[in-house]
């Protein structure tokens, strides 16, 4: 089974300072780890994925996300936030094998940005 | 290229009556996800289809039915609607190792 920990529900960063939102997995098989981005009234749209090739990913809108396997971690950064990133940041986990490829989310963490 | 469609938008439907909600895949996919958004929480798997057949399941009632049509669109089937059912609800197709791509999703109201 897998699941995953969303730390911080609410997240609070001024205009160009950096944003870092935190995300904790457990899962008894290699993990595929998603992060997503809703936007108010909004479906889901895909930020970044580890699939188990390099650790550092790199994804839309200047968003990275570092896999660390000792600490379970996979931690979703940007270097400096726009007023534009306003929105909930869910962390996702699934595995490769086969019959067992669902998404399981976090609670979800709301990134404020103060102007 | 058209994402994943979801029809209808909006809904509002009285306990205990019958919902069924439908989802297009992105063109080139042909497994199709369904989520249920509660407010405020993160989204929850319902069932996966792929090749017509239901293949993985969540933790939700017999009332949550599905179904995927030849052409891979999807329907969802809820029964005997309860006010726990009012969500969003999410469909999401892939093809192959690819990740998921979401709709925008079906808002729920069960008055």
């Known amino acids: 089974a897998q699941s995953v920990t969303q730390l911080g529900s609410h997240v609070s960063v001024s205009e160009g300072a950096l944003v870092l939102l935190r995300c904790n997995y457990s899962?008894?098989?290699?993990?595929?780890l998603f992060w997503y981005v809703q936007y108010p009234n909004q479906g889901l749209q895909l930020l970044l994925k580890?699939?188990?090739?390099?650790?550092l990913v790199k994804g839309i809108n200047g968003f990275e996300a570092e896999f660390k396997k000792s600490e379970t971690s996979f931690h979703l950064t940007k270097p400096s936030a726009h007023m534009s990133d306003a929105a909930e940041y869910f962390c996702a986990v699934s595995t490769a094998n086969f019959g067992n490829e669902k998404l399981t989310f976090g609670t979800g963490t709301r990134l404020t940005i103060i102007p | 290229d058209a994402g994943v469609t979801q029809s209808p938008t909006h809904l509002i439907k009285t306990r205990g009556q019958q919902v069924t909600l439908r989802c297009s895949p992105k063109s080139g996919h042909d497994t199709v996800s369904w989520y249920q958004q509660a407010l405020g929480q993160g989204p929850q798997f319902i069932f996966q289809y792929y090749e017509e057949e239901e293949r993985q399941r969540g933790n939700f009632p017999d009332r949550f039915s599905g179904h995927q049509f030849p052409n891979y669109s999807s329907e969802l089937n809820v029964n005997a609607l309860l006010l726990g059912d009012s969500a969003l609800y999410l469909c999401a197709s892939r093809a192959g190792g690819s990740g998921y791509t979401f709709g925008s999703g079906t808002r729920l109201t069960v008055v």
């Open positions: 580890y699939t188990s090739a390099a650790t």
């Open positions: 899962s008894s098989v290699p993990p595929y």
